[in-house]
């Protein structure tokens, strides 16, 4: 599934931003325009029932996983992932091949 995707920056570096359960990319109101600041293009994206994206049948570790393997472009410099957001990115980081992987209380 595409996720909608919130985005602060325009910086030549990419850092990506996964929410935990119950938030969405709203929850990155600091950190985000913070990064921004520091050179980053950051991207949020909203996972599949939670902000503006959109509500799914399935909602298991492995379809969030894909999600963020059709939505975050490969290579970024940076994803850090929380809560549920970190169980996602453990799924997909082998297929994104992040610079830096950070995982907040998986």
Same mark, same amino acid.
Do not use: K, N
């Given at each position: 599934? /595409?996720?909608?995707? /919130?985005?602060?920056?325009? @910086?030549? /570096?990419?850092?990506?931003?996964?929410?935990? #359960?119950?938030?969405?990319?709203?929850?990155?109101?600091?950190? @985000? +325009? %913070?990064? %921004?600041? *520091?050179?980053?293009?950051? !991207? %949020? +994206?909203?996972?599949?029932?939670?902000?503006?994206?959109?509500?799914?049948?399935? #909602?298991?570790?492995?379809?969030?996983?894909?999600?963020? *393997?059709?939505?975050? +472009? *490969?290579? %970024?410099? !940076?994803?850090?992932?929380?809560?549920?957001?970190?169980?996602?990115?453990?799924?997909?980081?082998?297929?994104?091949? +992040?610079?830096?992987?950070? #995982?907040?209380?998986?």
């Amino acid at each position: 599934m /595409r996720l909608d995707m /919130r985005t602060w920056g325009s @910086g030549a /570096r990419t850092a990506a931003l996964v929410h935990g #359960y119950t938030d969405d990319s709203a929850t990155w109101w600091q950190i @985000g +325009p %913070a990064l %921004a600041e *520091r050179g980053f293009t950051v !991207l %949020a +994206p909203d996972l599949r029932g939670h902000g503006t994206s959109p509500w799914a049948d399935s #909602y298991g570790v492995a379809d969030f996983a894909a999600d963020l *393997r059709e939505t975050v +472009p *490969r290579g %970024a410099d !940076l994803i850090l992932g929380h809560s549920l957001g970190g169980l996602a990115l453990a799924g997909a980081v082998g297929d994104l091949d +992040p610079g830096v992987a950070v #995982y907040v209380d998986p």
